[in-house]
């Protein structure tokens, strides 16, 4: 079966590709920027790729006219103040495209939309729903609440809620109700519902059988991980206060943190469990889920993580435009080391940021990131995915990865902190030689007295870095 896979390179897409392989399908991975897409080897004589955007038309003429099933994953709930616009349009490009083709069916994976008044993100989501059902194909929609998995924004967001806070003074909206999914369970439903007549022209909830308000889904996390936590719940923290106590305390960026407060007074419970039973599907429970999650993080085997999506930073960019580093009008500090070992060096670089830190001044580098978060940037709580891989697009800490060729000894980084210009952080190894180069590029006045200003700290930090990375020990 010849399959399309919108957003292949984000958190559901990334999941249900290799599954899709599996079961033996060809799958059409549709994505903006093809700088960004990693597949594993084992994986690529049985895909092939696109490069289309949903909101240029002319792109779309690339989708093959004879798949059989299409994947729609497309969402863009913080990258825009006006998303909801923009998602429509996308689904109507999208639709209007797929009805050329031969496909009979599309897959919808949407949020549950039970109550009379919905959030923007909610209403955005129903709104591509209808939009995608004018098709001439069968179309199956998904809705799904809080999903929980390694990796996904709700349960990286209730983990630095209850890992960093003993006592939290919360606001009202924790008493809402809502019914979670495992994320093994919604790539499961995902993948049963292919071709599946009784799923055709129907809209479905999914959920485990648990529903809980969003304090004891907090609650339950902590027995899970072994921790006492008191939480308060209180009426004065208005929506806005709710969002910057969000983005303060977890990794979250401030658009998707308004996007979750406003989402989360709205109650996201099931109707009925009737696709449990066409599909024979029993969902996992909250605890079991989150077991699973944390096996997964134990054995450092995250597939993918919301925070490598740009929505992690609010920034729309295509890879291809940063990752030749400008010469003209910037400043830079580069520096050269001989390593005493090539791959401890380079092993070294590929660990680096996240909870190996930065070798050198990492109470500097927290400093930083908490100034960026103080400004509205992403700070360094995103972390990594993983510890000691790293592929073109992840996120590292307030950097974003260009280039990553560990055979070649190079990595390439961008860096999505606020600045007042643009940055590039290079790591290189040859002839046995570390060369480790810091670009700036600074936009007006402000960026030039920007680099002047903590170059003297730069030259602390960089000296001390290239020095560590290139020791043996």
């Known amino acids: 079966m010849k399959i399309l896979l919108t957003g292949a390179t984000g958190y559901i897409g990334k999941r249900i590709l290799p599954e899709l ?118 179309l199956t ?19 630095d809620l209850v890992e960093k806070l003993p006592v939290m003074i919360t606001p ?16 499961t439903f995902l993948t049963k519902c292919l071709l599946n007549e009784k799923t055709y022209h129907r809209n479905f909830d999914i959920g485990s059988d648990d529903i809980l308000t969003y304090k004891e889904m907090l609650l339950e996390f902590a027995k899970v ?13 208005t929506p806005r206060l709710s969002s910057y106590w969000l983005y303060f305390v977890t990794s979250t960026s401030y658009k998707l943190a308004s996007s979750l407060v406003e989402s989360m007074k709205v109650e996201v419970v099931c109707r009925d469990n009737e696709i449990n039973q066409i599909l024979g599907i029993n969902p996992m429970s909250y605890r079991e889920a989150l077991l699973k999650a944390f096996e997964r993080i134990e054995n450092n085997d995250i597939i993918s993580s919301w925070k490598d999506s740009y929505s992690s930073s609010e920034i729309s960019m295509n890879i291809s435009e940063f990752i030749s580093v400008p010469e003209f009008g910037c400043y830079k500090d580069s520096r050269t080391r001989q390593v005493e070992d090539f791959k401890t060096s380079v092993d070294k670089i590929w660990s680096i940021g996240g909870d190996t830190g930065w070798y050198y001044g990492n109470v500097l580098w ?39 060729n560990k055979e070649e000894g190079r990595l390439l980084l961008f860096a999505e902190m606020k600045l007042p210009g643009d940055a590039w952080l290079e790591f290189k190894i040859t002839d046995n030689k570390l060369v480790q180069t810091a670009t700036f590029r600074p936009l007006g006045l402000a960026g030039r007295l920007y680099w002047f200003s903590v170059y003297p700290l730069h030259g602390l930090i960089f000296k001390g870095m290239i020095k560590k990375l290139s020791q043996k020990g």
């Open 366 to 404: 927290r400093i930083r990131g908490f100034l960026d978060k103080l400004f509205g940037g992403v700070g360094l709580r995103r972390g990594r995915t993983n510890k000691n891989h790293l592929s073109v697009g992840d996120s590292l800490d307030f950097w974003r990865v260009l280039y990553a």
């Open 141 to 159: 929609c998904l809705r799904a609440g809080i999903i929980v998995g390694s990796g996904s924004a709700s349960f990286e967001i209730m983990r």
């Open 21 to 138: 392989v599996k079961k033996g399908h060809h799958v059409v991975c549709c994505v903006r920027d093809k700088s960004r897409f990693n597949p594993l080897e084992s994986l690529k004589s049985s895909i092939s790729v696109v490069e289309i955007d949903m909101l240029d038309v002319a792109s779309l003429s690339k989708i093959p006219n004879d798949i059989d099933v299409a994947y729609y994953l497309v969402h863009s709930m913080s990258a825009s103040d006006n998303y909801k616009n923009l998602e429509q349009r996308s689904a109507i490009n999208f639709r209007e495209a797929l009805n050329s083709t031969n496909v009979k069916q599309v897959i919808y994976l949407s949020g549950i939309v039970n109550e009379s008044v919905l959030s923007k993100h909610l209403l955005s989501r129903k709104t591509v729903e209808v939009e995608l059902e004018k098709g001439k194909y069968a």
């Open 225 to 237: 991980r072994k921790l006492r936590r008191l939480i308060l719940t209180v009426p004065v923290l």
């Open 172 to 187: 009202r909206w924790l008493l809402t109700k809502c019914q979670p999914i495992g994320i093994s369970d919604v790539q």
